[in-house]
Each structure stands twice: as structure tokens, then as C-alpha cells.
């Protein structure tokens, strides 16, 4: 494990955005006064609305796709983004206003001895709960990956994450476009790739605009995607990835 500082890491902030004009400006000014000396880069999902304009005018830069690839697929293009550029780490920040700026730092200081730092909302930090088939997949992911990366994980879906240097060079060639696959199947191929994995806990807030992604419809079959996407990545082969490589 790397012994480089937090302080002279190269972060990134990468946000992937749909439709997300009523929040982003906001939140990348949030960002940056939280995190001042970290670039932060908007993935613009196939957008409709002005989110790539207004991310621009906030002092971010912008990675636009013209179409619609889902969370995965944004995430993809920003793991490449950081692996060319030489960054360090990569924090996966919503561009809805969920994720908290402040709590940033704590996410880096885990890396420290940790390839992943996932923010959890199930920790005892907050007061989210899920509910529904979501409350009962969660429950269930969890079990499942804290056998397999052999610690307690409560969170296996959450969104809010830092990644250092193994991680963005195995996301950046392997990460998983498909729906669930930016947190279940990365979670299932870091643990095959002997990646460490370390929670923190985390208030989560509410939307500060836009539109929820998941709707009661989805909620209802959330749980058997959930379950279909473990499967296929427990199936899938072992990315090959040195794991002597240190980060």
C-alpha cells in the first residue's frame, strides 16, 4: 500500500449526470469549497437538459456521452479519464446533491490502508433506511460480500466511494456498464482481484433536485436484479490483474 498523504494525492471527483441541471451547479460549488485543489469531472450521461452547460459554467470539466450508458457506464469513462491522467484516486460523488463533500476526507484517510473506501449509509452514521425490496436485497448483498471480502460490509450498493490505484487501473479496464454493475459486480470482481475494502460511515442527504432513477416499479424487481447481476459476476472469469501492484 502507498504511503503518499492525502494531501499530495491526486484526487478526482468524478460525477456521472442525467438530466441533473437543478442540482450540479450547486453541487460542484459545494465541492470545490469543500475540497479546494481537487479536479472534479461531470460524466454528462446523454443528457437532454443543460447539465453539461451548467456543470462547465461551475468550473468543472465535462465528459459528455451521447448516449445513455447508466451509472456503469459513466463510471467507465471516468476510471479511463483518471488511469491517462496519472491520478491517484478516484471519489465517486452524486451529482444530485446526496453525497455530502465534507465527508470526503474521510473516505481519503481509509485509502490509506485500503484500496475501496465505500460510504455507508447502514453504519451508524444518519438515519437513512431503506424499505421495500430494496431493504431485503440490501440485506441480503450484505451477507453475501462480507463472506466474501471476509469484513462486515453493510452497504454493498452504495454510490458514494473512494478508489485508489489498483482499483482505478482494474476499473479502468474491467468496470461494468450493466444495470447493478457499477456496485455489485465491481464489489464481487475488486474482491477477486484481492482489493481491500474498508466502510465509513456516512449521512446521506436528500436529492437536492431532479428526478429519483428508481421508480416503484423498479424497486419491485430490485432484489431479483440484484440477485442476477451477483450471479453473473461470481460466473464471470477473474480479471487479470496483478495483485503485487502497490497502491
Not at 499530495?8 to 469543500?34: D, H, Y
Not at 438515519?127 to 452497504?155: C, E, I, N, Q, W
Amino acid at each position: 500500500m502507498s504511503s503518499t498523504s492525502v494531501t499530495t494525492r491526486r484526487v478526482l471527483i468524478v460525477m456521472p449526470a442525467l438530466n441533473e441541471q437543478a442540482s450540479v451547479g450547486a453541487v460542484i460549488s459545494q465541492v470545490k469549497q469543500s475540497l479546494p485543489g481537487m479536479d472534479v469531472l461531470v460524466v454528462d450521461d446523454g443528457s437532454s437538459d443543460d447539465t453539461a452547460k451548467l456543470a462547465r459554467a461551475a468550473g468543472a470539466e465535462v465528459a459528455r456521452l451521447s448516449v445513455n450508458l447508466g451509472v456503469g457506464g459513466a463510471m467507465r469513462t471516468g476510471f479511463r479519464y483518471a488511469a491517462a491522467r496519472g491520478y491517484d484516486v478516484v471519489v465517486q460523488v452524486d451529482a444530485d446533491g446526496q453525497h455530502d463533500p465534507d465527508e470526503v476526507a474521510a473516505l481519503l484517510d481509509a485509502l490509506d490502508d485500503a484500496d475501496i473506501a465505500i460510504g455507508s449509509r447502514f453504519a451508524g452514521k444518519g438515519s437513512y433506511k431503506a424499505s421495500g425490496p430494496r431493504k431485503y436485497a440490501m440485506v441480503v448483498l450484505s451477507l453475501v460480500f462480507s463472506r466474501l471480502g471476509k469484513t462486515k460490509l453493510t452497504d454493498v450498493t452504495s454510490g458514494f466511494k473512494a478508489m485508489g490505484p489498483r482499483a482505478i487501473k482494474l476499473f479502468a479496464a474491467y468496470y461494468p456498464a450493466e444495470y447493478l454493475g457499477d456496485t455489485v459486480e465491481s464489489l464481487v470482481m475488486a474482491i477477486r482481484a484481492e482489493l481491500k475494502i474498508k466502510e465509513i460511515p456516512v449521512i446521506m442527504r436528500e436529492r437536492a433536485g431532479g428526478t429519483p432513477s428508481h421508480s416503484p416499479v423498479k424497486s419491485a424487481v430490485y432484489l431479483g436484479r440484484a440477485g442476477l447481476a451477483l450471479l453473473l459476476a461470481l460466473v464471470r472469469r477473474r480479471p487479470a490483474v496483478d495483485s503485487s501492484d502497490s497502491a
